[in-house]
């Protein structure tokens, strides 16, 4: 028996699990009932223990660094709650704030001669706050963020800058 698998096999497992996706969503919409989460978008999702930490799907798409989130998530720095939502470990909401405008915003430190200390600059990027707010149960982290811009970088910083690579 061989166990070789054509590529037409393969793109007929795919366009048969295609098929499934699409009946699956075509009798929710009919009988009015919302699939846990949308079927055929990218979902990103990390297993700790027994639990599963999700983002929606604005949030997929606006990040710019999937790998820091998901290091940030196996060193335990995110955890899932009971209901849903996420929990910042490092204490500092200030030092959440300054992770998640780098993860979507592209916020970084500079190093000022003058003050002699690395200042929070802010990147380009929009900051999802609503979305955000409602993930982690704060309502501060825009405020927290905005405020800081040109300050000295939260305590600390060091361990986001290494969920980048820096």
């Known amino acids: 028996m061989d166990n070789h698998v054509t590529h037409e096999a393969l793109a007929?497992?795919?366009k048969l699990l295609q098929g499934m996706n699409e009946n699956q969503q075509s009798l929710a919409a009919a009988i009015g009932v919302a699939l846990p989460h949308p079927i055929g978008k990218k979902?990103?999702?990390?297993?700790?223990g027994?639990?599963?930490?999700?983002?929606?799907?604005?949030?997929?798409?606006?990040?710019l660094n999937s790998r820091a989130f998901e290091e940030a998530v196996s060193l335990?720095?995110?955890?899932p709650t009971?209901?849903?939502?996420?929990?910042?470990?490092?204490?500092s909401k200030t030092l959440l704030a300054y992770f998640l405008g780098r993860l979507f915003c592209g916020d970084h430190g500079r190093y000022s001669e003058r003050k002699r200390c690395m200042m929070w600059q802010l990147g380009s990027g929009?900051?999802?706050?609503?979305a955000l707010h409602a993930l982690f149960g704060l309502n501060t982290l825009?405020?927290?963020?905005?405020?800081?811009?040109e300050f000295s970088l939260p305590e600390?910083?060091?361990m986001v800058d290494r969920l980048f690579g820096e």
């Open 156 to 158: 600390h910083f060091q």
């Open 142 to 149: 825009f405020d927290l963020r905005r405020n800081r811009a």
């Open 76 to 79: 335990g720095y995110i955890r």
């Open 82 to 91: 009971t209901d849903g939502r996420l929990v910042w470990t490092l204490g």
């Open 50 to 63: 027994l639990d599963r930490v999700t983002l929606p799907p604005l949030l997929q798409e606006a990040m």
């Open 12 to 14: 007929g497992l795919g």
């Open 126 to 130: 929009t900051f999802p706050a609503k």
């Open 43 to 48: 979902e990103i999702g990390y297993w700790l």
